[in-house]
């Protein structure tokens, strides 16, 4: 009788290797004779391979801690001063100092390099610079129409049309921009000398959580 051999290939011992991970256990002189080739240096033995690799992962765990951890400090920071300009707003005795109160808060508490307020009716006692008054049928607001339906802030830099009614001569100051809409009553926007200031994608909750305290202070001075 002739015996015959089986030679196994490397991805034959690789897949056995795969559905037994305990078997460098039962020899664990091998885990240190083995070596594995490293792209940015010498070989090493695979005990030290997996220290490595387990220092990696520390690393990597470490920098999302720190990540998020920043997050939720900017966070808190925004749920405060979001509850302060709520406060700041339900305190005012007008209209007009209402709106002059969530722009001040915008400008010094939310970096707000350049703010501008579109309201679809005239508020007595308020004729500021940074205000428009423009009605809501106006084909003036045609590029608005989507974001006002909507009722979703926009972030990034703003398409050309906007960004020359909101800004006038100073468009080219503004590199991006929050637009807010103002439930029924116009929309807000802050621009941002800086380009990666507002950014699409970024979180709005807390935009229009300010969208909606405006609003509902606003409500409180309509006729009954």
Known sequence: MTATTETLGAHEVAAWLRRQPKFLQQFPDLALTLVVPREDGPAASLASYQLEVLRDKNRELSKRLRDLYAVSQENERLAVRTHQLT???????????????????????????????????????????????????????QPFVDCLKDGEPLCG????????????????????????????????????????????????????????????????????
Do not use: C
């Open 87 to 141: 406060l700041a707003l339900m305190r005012q005795a007008d209209p007009a100092a209402t709106v002059r109160a969530l722009v001040a808060t915008l400008v010094e508490d939310f970096s707000g390099d350049l703010v501008r307020v579109v309201l679809f009716a005239p508020v007595p006692g308020l004729a500021e610079d940074w205000l428009q008054v423009i009605a809501r049928d106006d084909g003036l607001l």
């Open 157 to 224: 830099r703003l398409h050309p049309d906007k960004q020359a009614l909101l800004y006038g001569p100073r468009v080219d100051e503004v590199q991006s921009s929050a637009l807010l809409p103002l439930p029924g009553l116009g929309l807000v926007a802050v621009g941002s000398r800086d380009a990666n200031r507002f950014y699409p994608g970024m979180g709005t909750l807390f935009l229009r959580m300010m969208g909606e305290a405006f609003a509902i202070a606003m409500r409180r001075f309509e006729p009954d």
